[in-house]
């Protein structure tokens, strides 16, 4: 399938291997990678089984090479939209440092060797599942519904919230509620933590014409909606602490409840705010988006030493 952008194929002469290597590593976008592949070495730890070690760094590998291989390929998609915002100009194909067709077959390479690798390696149930998470976030997200609809986070989140359940299938070669749960969690915090960047970056979505809720919605629908998305992660994510026969104990109960009631109250500083507009500082939204990352870090390594305090 073509891509709809419009940025030329043609590129200048070709960078210097460093240089290169580097925009390689660059469309894998490494520091959302970073909290990828953090979370899918948590759900393969806190699984209730022992996994050899290098079955478990085959496994991490090849979540990160899937989602690095994702991320080249939205790039390549999004070249031109790319471009046209501040935030992403500085990309390699917007600066014309790699060609579009380089960026196109390093996503699908990478892309393929991971599936291959973890199915003969892991599993083909995880291989499967790895399959998915790839094609829903380059295809389904990048494709079908960031261009066309302000739910596009909100239906898209599912691709972020693939590596703790690959994670727990690749140790334990099945699916149970608790890798399903660890999946809610990361799907109900994506909307109120892409949204709280969104309300600071809204100008750049709206130059290229993408339907991201404030620009769509505006600003007040969007703070009621990292609200509402709010009020609802902080019960989901204390059901690990509850979930029969899977029960995590009190060192990740206590933690979840702790780190979600400071999420509600950032997210209800967004909400309930009244000053609106892009000169306005934004600090709330700000500390909304440095807290959200953090939140999903320490509810996951949380719910790892819970698995080790419980040994």
Partial sequence: MPPRTSVSEASPQPAAPVALWRDLLALTKPKVISLVVFTAICGLIAAPVR???VLGFTAILC?????????????WWEADLDAGMRRTANRPLPQGRLQRSTARDFGIGICAASVLLMGLAIGWLAA????VSIFYYSVIYTIWLKPRT????VIGGGAGAFPPLIGWIAATGHITPMPLVLFAIIFFWTPPHFW????????????VGIPMMPVVAGEKATRRHIMGYA?????????????????TG???GLSAMVLSLVFLALSLRVGLRTRQGEGDRMVPEKQLFA?????????????VLDRFVAF
């Fill in 291 to 303: 807290y959200s990352v953090i939140y999903l870090f320490l509810i996951f390594a949380a719910l």
């Fill in 128 to 131: 499967a599942i790895l399959l």
């Fill in 150 to 153: 302000p739910q596009n986070i």
């Fill in 231 to 247: 009020v609802l992660l902080l019960p989901l994510s204390m059901v690990p602490w509850f979930l029969p026969h899977e029960a």
């Fill in 250 to 252: 009190p060192v990740y």
């Fill in 63 to 75: 979540i990160a090479l899937g989602a690095g291989g994702a991320a080249a390929l939205n790039q």
């Fill in 196 to 207: 709280a960047l969104a309300l600071f970056v809204k100008s750049d979505y709206a130059k």
């Fill in 51 to 53: 996994i050899d070690p």
